[in-house]
């Protein structure tokens, strides 16, 4: 017996989007002396959601001098204890706006609202609550009595958890002291500049966070602002080498989170009903536009059989559509661009020879789509096994021993995430000790909590978010990661 599901959208009447915005410096929204603009759509159906301002050099020199001088009358001065009544009023009102501000995220970037709803909202909130708890403790995070702050801090964060990537720069760089100037995605910046209305509700001090929106440009131009103290960045290893490149010798404290091509590991004795979920999780949730995705399935051989029947069997139940319906699973690609590269790649893996699976699914007419895909008979040569896709696409690859695993897992530029699936805890910690990955999940995948450190090894990037760790990245001390 099937089950029909009747259509269960949420209303989009809790959003009022206007129909332009300015840049948010010092304060104040305002008109970009760039006097440029550009449109966001939603992925969906690509319609046009509003206009927003593509700030230019004279709008960072702006926005950074607003940072600086926050930083010495206000911000750098302020006790810990006040700072911290700022970020709790403004976790607070992330919970309070929480449905408002989950519609705009799933209209302007496509991600299902079960996720926004349930994951980037709740996580945006709680990672201020963490760091409002800090703000008055640094002296006893480990970093000596008196550790100070260190000054500008310029952000630019990519379009895949647009208001949770928000959240983990600023929260750390508000606590730890330091003022903010950040940068969103070109194409999700519609919760940032609802954040910066949440900094007015909050009264937080003008110039303590600046939000310009634009292209990469914009970003090139701020993070390369000789009066900037920090550079956090978040995207693509090809960006985040540029970035690298630029700062080097100037210095500008850095931290990169660069992209992934996590292994997601297999072993015959897992619980395989819940490995399934965790394999979906992996790689499915967020349409796979996760940095952390668990994107080469390593499935045991003795087992494969059955694992690719379950995942192929729970993979025909997942729901592909309107982001805005609560039933939805798998939402909308970001942009025509990323659908783009995921098609690119995946017919690669054709050509290749991998052979490439999708379950019967109706892709809507409007917006940018992608079904879920699974590609077997991949080899560690495929494209498909070695390049970020970025998308709802999962490569499987097998082996036989543990450390046939390990150097399989290990055997890729990128060193971000991997999960381990197995009932034999001594093997957990065994696997762990050698997959060189910053994130290491055991008996399940993408969970994050703002008490964690969050990072990577080799082209994944370097430096820490959540956690002590990540408080080390805003404070003048040396990088405990
Ligand atoms: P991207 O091109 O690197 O963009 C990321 C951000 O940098 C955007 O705001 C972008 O602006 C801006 N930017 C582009 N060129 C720049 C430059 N020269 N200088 C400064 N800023 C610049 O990455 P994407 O394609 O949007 O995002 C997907 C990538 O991000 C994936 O590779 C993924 O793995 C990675 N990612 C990593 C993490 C992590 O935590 N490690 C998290 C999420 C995503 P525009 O929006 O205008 O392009
Ligand atoms: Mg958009």
Known sequence: MTFDYAPAPESRAVVDIAPHYGLFINGKFVEPRSGNYFK????????????????????????????????????????????????????????????????????????????????????????????????????????????????????????????????????????????????????????????????????????????????????????????????????????????????????????????????????????????????VNGIYFNQGHVCCAGSRLLVQESIQADVLAALKRRLGTLRLGDPLDKNTDIGAINSRDQLTKIEELTESGEAEGAQRWSPACAIPEKGFWFPPTVFTNVTQAHRIAREEIFGPVLSVLTFRTPDEAVEKANNTPFGLSAGIWTEKGSRILWMANRVKAGVVWANTFNRFDPTSPFGGYKESGFGREGGIQGLGAYLAVEDPS
């Open 40 to 279: 966001t759509i939603n992925p969906a159906s690509e319609e046009v959601l509003s206009e927003v301002s593509e700030a230019g050099q004279a709008d960072v020199d702006a926005a950074v001098s607003a940072a600086r001088k926050a930083f010495g009358k206000v911000w750098g001065p302020m006790e810990g204890r006040d700072r911290a009544k700022y970020l709790f009023r403004i976790a607070r009102i992330i919970q309070e706006r929480s449905r408002e501000l989950a519609v705009l995220e799933s209209l302007d970037n496509g991600k299902p609202i079960r996720e926004s709803r349930d994951v980037d909202v709740p996580l945006a909130a709680a990672h201020f609550f963490y760091h409002a708890g800090w703000a008055d403790k640094l002296a006893f995070a480990g970093f000596g009595d008196n550790p100070q702050s260190l000054g500008v801090a310029a952000q630019v964060i990519p379009w895949n958890f647009p208001l949770l990537m928000l959240a983990w720069k600023i929260a750390p760089a508000l606590a730890c002291g330091n003022t903010v100037v950040l940068k969103p995605a070109e194409t999700t910046p519609l919760t940032a500049l609802a954040f910066a209305d949440i900094c007015q509700q909050a009264d937080l001090p003008p110039g303590v966070v600046n939000i310009l929106t634009g292209a990469g440009e914009t970003g090139r131009m701020l993070v390369e602002h000789p009066d900037v103290d920090k550079v956090a960045f978040t995207g693509s290893t090809e960006v985040g080498k540029a970035i690298q490149r630029a700062v080097a010798g100037t210095g500008k404290k850095l931290t990169l989170e660069l992209g992934g091509k996590a292994a997601n590991i297999i072993f015959d004795d897992a619980p395989i009903d819940e490995a399934i979920e965790g394999i």
